[in-house]
């Protein structure tokens, strides 16, 4: 391929994403995409105010300069590149926002926050305009991510979605400021370059929950510059040399065509899963096969002489390692172990199973000490919707062994969670944490977004402080 060729993938993305109209969206997207942005914003305010998220904004807001971009739950306001990465941060700050199974990637974190900013920075957007650049941005990230061949990024080590994410929030931005397609390439290619972020940032780091931030303020960078007539690199997914497929996937056969595959038929919007739990999506299976051995058999887990989980590649390099005492939060929520753990004792795997007692207790490491993973080839090379599953098998004292095998937890394609489910979280979470006015007004912003005359509205409401998610739950073991 010539480096003067047209031909290619990158050039239809970004004429699509210009010419992506509201018509064109079939109502069922539009209203998973509001519910979806419903997640979003109840990951984000419960994100907001955790301790890790306190020395983020702390630490951002000490280093950038003033402005007037909303960082939402705070009560602060900042320029709009540093709002963009702390509201991405609170949106990942507890693992309980949505992921696409086969292009990992964590959408709204990278696109609810480039929203709000480009609405603020332009001085004001429609609901619907925002929308519409909401669903291309669910749409271009998985694209992005398959034609890398998707989750083999993060067995490969690659946080998979600060790598696809970048282009996302391009689209989004540029969307919203109607750029045109030759300025959407420009937003591609800068995009493209700054895409990064490494796995091993799952073990302990704070960072893990702010890559898919850098990801988010670094697409918002893009469109930015590639409005004001600043070029990027051109065919950036066909470059044969130092283009992105051709390094990300060096070795690795990627499939450009994957970019713009299905592109106004099918809809990845419809794909993204939503978490029930409070752990990294890879994790599930093992929680809900857990939970339901729990319900059936009544188990007590002191009775549990040994506990195996077996899974394929992708979860087991992402979600194994022999765990050492006390875990921080970040792994404990990436841990298979752990997760499996608290599930069986506790019931539940959410806010409570992560405060600094739980993760240190004796109970949970006591069983946590009986766990043992293993990568399943058989798992790996099954069909494409079965790669993702987990068989959990416990092993009592007297010998009685009790199996289930998870294919698709709750939340994924097969039986995702239901708009009516997604309110209900929405409200769970977020309902402790503000007054109920403001509980309502929000839903009815988001869930009405395409009605809003100026996206700042929402914006507006989400400002204001929220109380903190895990002060409560810290403060009662204190008593």
């Given at each position: 391929?010539?480096?003067?060729?047209?031909?290619?993938?990158?050039?239809?993305?970004?004429?699509w994403?210009?010419?992506l109209?509201?018509?064109?969206?079939?109502?069922?997207?539009?209203?998973?995409a509001k519910?979806?942005?419903?997640?979003?914003?109840?990951?984000?305010?419960v994100?907001a105010?955790?301790?890790?998220?306190?020395i983020?904004?702390s630490?951002?807001?000490?280093?950038?300069?003033?402005?007037?971009?909303?960082?939402?739950?705070?009560g602060?306001?900042?320029?709009?590149?540093?709002?963009?990465?702390l509201?991405?941060?609170f949106?990942?700050?507890?693992?309980?926002?949505d992921?696409?199974?086969?292009?990992p990637?964590?959408s709204?974190?990278?696109i609810l926050?480039?929203l709000?900013?480009t609405?603020?920075?332009?001085?004001g957007v429609?609901?619907a305009?925002?929308?519409?650049?909401?669903?291309?941005?669910?749409?271009?990230?998985?694209?992005?991510?398959l034609?890398l061949?998707?989750?083999?990024?993060?067995?490969r080590g690659?946080h998979?979605g600060?790598?696809?994410?970048?282009?996302?929030?391009?689209m989004?931005?540029?969307?919203l400021?109607?750029?045109?397609?030759?300025?959407?390439?420009?937003?591609?290619?800068m995009?493209g370059?700054?895409?990064?972020?490494?796995?091993?940032?799952?073990y302990?780091?704070m960072?893990?929950?702010?890559?898919?931030g850098?990801?988010a303020?670094?697409g918002y960078?893009?469109?930015?510059?590639?409005?004001a007539g600043?070029t990027g690199?051109k065919?950036v997914?066909?470059r044969?040399?130092?283009?992105?497929?051709?390094?990300?996937g060096?070795?690795h056969?990627?499939?450009?065509?994957?970019?713009?595959?299905?592109?106004g038929?099918g809809?990845?919007?419809e794909l993204?899963?939503?978490?029930?739990?409070?752990?990294?999506?890879?994790?599930?299976g093992?929680v809900?096969?857990?939970?339901?051995?729990?319900?059936?058999?009544h188990?007590d887990?002191?009775?549990?002489?040994h506990?195996?989980?077996?899974?394929?590649?992708t979860?087991?390099?992402?979600?194994?390692?022999?765990p050492?005492r006390?875990?921080?939060?970040?792994?404990?929520q990436?841990?298979?172990?752990?997760?499996?753990a608290?599930?069986?004792?506790?019931?539940?795997?959410?806010?409570p199973?992560?405060?600094?007692?739980r993760?240190d207790?004796d109970?949970?490491?006591?069983?946590?000490g009986?766990v043992?993973?293993?990568?399943?080839e058989?798992?790996?090379?099954?069909?494409?919707?079965?790669?993702?599953?987990t068989?959990?098998?416990?092993?009592l004292?007297?010998?009685t062994?009790?199996?289930?095998?998870?294919?698709?937890?709750?939340g994924g394609p097969?039986?995702?969670?239901?708009?009516?489910?997604?309110v209900?979280?929405?409200?769970s979470?977020?309902?402790?944490?503000?007054?109920?006015d403001?509980l309502?007004?929000?839903?009815r912003?988001v869930?009405?977004?395409d009605e809003?005359a100026?996206?700042?509205?929402?914006a507006d409401l989400l400002?204001?402080?929220v109380?903190?998610?895990?002060?409560?739950l810290?403060?009662?073991?204190?008593r």
């Amino acid at each position: 391929m010539s480096e003067s060729t047209t031909t290619g993938v990158t050039a239809p993305l970004a004429r699509w994403v210009e010419r992506l109209t509201p018509e064109q969206i079939p109502e069922r997207v539009r209203t998973r995409a509001k519910h979806l942005l419903l997640d979003g914003v109840a990951c984000g305010l419960v994100g907001a105010q955790l301790p890790w998220s306190r020395i983020a904004t702390s630490a951002v807001l000490d280093l950038e300069g003033a402005g007037a971009a909303t960082v939402i739950g705070t009560g602060a306001t900042t320029g709009g590149p540093a709002a963009v990465l702390l509201n991405s941060t609170f949106i990942q700050g507890f693992e309980l926002d949505d992921f696409h199974p086969l292009a990992p990637l964590h959408s709204t974190s990278l696109i609810l926050p480039v929203l709000l900013a480009t609405a603020q920075q332009l001085g004001g957007v429609s609901g619907a305009a925002a929308l519409t650049a909401a669903i291309a941005g669910f749409e271009v990230g998985p694209r992005v991510g398959l034609a890398l061949h998707g989750s083999e990024m993060l067995s490969r080590g690659w946080h998979s979605g600060p790598v696809f994410g970048t282009h996302t929030a391009a689209m989004v931005a540029g969307k919203l400021r109607a750029l045109d397609a030759a300025r959407l390439e420009d937003a591609l290619g800068m995009a493209g370059t700054q895409s990064a972020g490494l796995m091993a940032a799952q073990y302990e780091a704070m960072s893990k929950r702010m890559q898919h931030g850098f990801a988010a303020r670094n697409g918002y960078y893009a469109a930015g510059l590639a409005a004001a007539g600043y070029t990027g690199i051109k065919q950036v997914f066909d470059r044969p040399y130092g283009g992105y497929l051709s390094v990300f996937g060096e070795g690795h056969d990627p499939d450009p065509t994957r970019v713009i595959a299905g592109l106004g038929e099918g809809w990845h919007t419809e794909l993204i899963m939503v978490k029930s739990y409070a752990a990294q999506g890879g994790l599930h299976g093992a929680v809900q096969a857990a939970l339901e051995l729990r319900a059936r058999h009544h188990i007590d887990p002191k009775s549990a002489a040994h506990i195996e989980i077996r899974v394929g590649h992708t979860v087991y390099h992402h979600g194994w390692w022999e765990p050492e005492r006390p875990l921080t939060a970040i792994g404990a929520q990436m841990n298979l172990g752990y997760a499996a753990a608290v599930a069986l004792l506790d019931g539940q795997v959410l806010p409570p199973q992560f405060t600094p007692a739980r993760l240190d207790a004796d109970d949970v490491w006591e069983l946590l000490g009986k766990v043992e993973v293993k990568l399943d080839e058989n798992i790996q090379n099954g069909p494409v919707h079965e790669r993702f599953a987990t068989e959990l098998a416990i092993t009592l004292t007297d010998g009685t062994v009790l199996a289930q095998r998870i294919v698709q937890p709750h939340g994924g394609p097969a039986d995702p969670v239901t708009d009516d489910e997604l309110v209900a979280k929405y409200r769970s979470l977020v309902g402790p944490l503000v007054s109920p006015d403001r509980l309502d007004a929000i839903q009815r912003a988001v869930l009405g977004i395409d009605e809003l005359a100026d996206l700042r509205e929402l914006a507006d409401l989400l400002a204001a402080p929220v109380a903190g998610a895990l002060d409560n739950l810290e403060q009662d073991h204190l008593r």
